[in-house]
């Protein structure tokens, strides 16, 4: 029987971080494929002519494609 351990999360609900030159807060999270996805709801635009068709501001995105907004000022510091 072979066991496997999932890592800890680097992100919690609630917290603000970035990624691809956007920024969002984390809504939710769960185990996919050894690591972690993430629920990351992104702040509105203004309103196309169109009209909202959905949840265009949430997506999920893998562990490895965000960053915390802590490590910015971290490197930023550092450098």
């Known amino acids: 029987m072979d ?7 680097k992100f919690r609900s609630g ?3 970035a990624f ?3 920024e969002g807060v984390i809504k ?3 185990p996919q494929s050894g690591s972690w996805v ?3 709801e992104m702040p509105m ?3 196309p002519e169109m009209g909202r068709v959905g ?3 949430m997506i999920w995105l893998s ?3 965000i960053y915390s907004h802590l490590n910015i000022f971290s490197d930023t510091m550092l450098n």
């Open 28 to 30: 939710n999270y769960r």
């Open 20 to 22: 691809l030159g956007k």
């Open 45 to 47: 635009d203004l309103e």
């Open 15 to 17: 917290q603000k971080v």
């Open 63 to 65: 562990e490895v494609d």
């Open 55 to 57: 949840y265009e501001t």
């Open 38 to 40: 993430y629920l990351l």
């Open 3 to 9: 066991a496997s351990v999932l890592p800890v999360p």
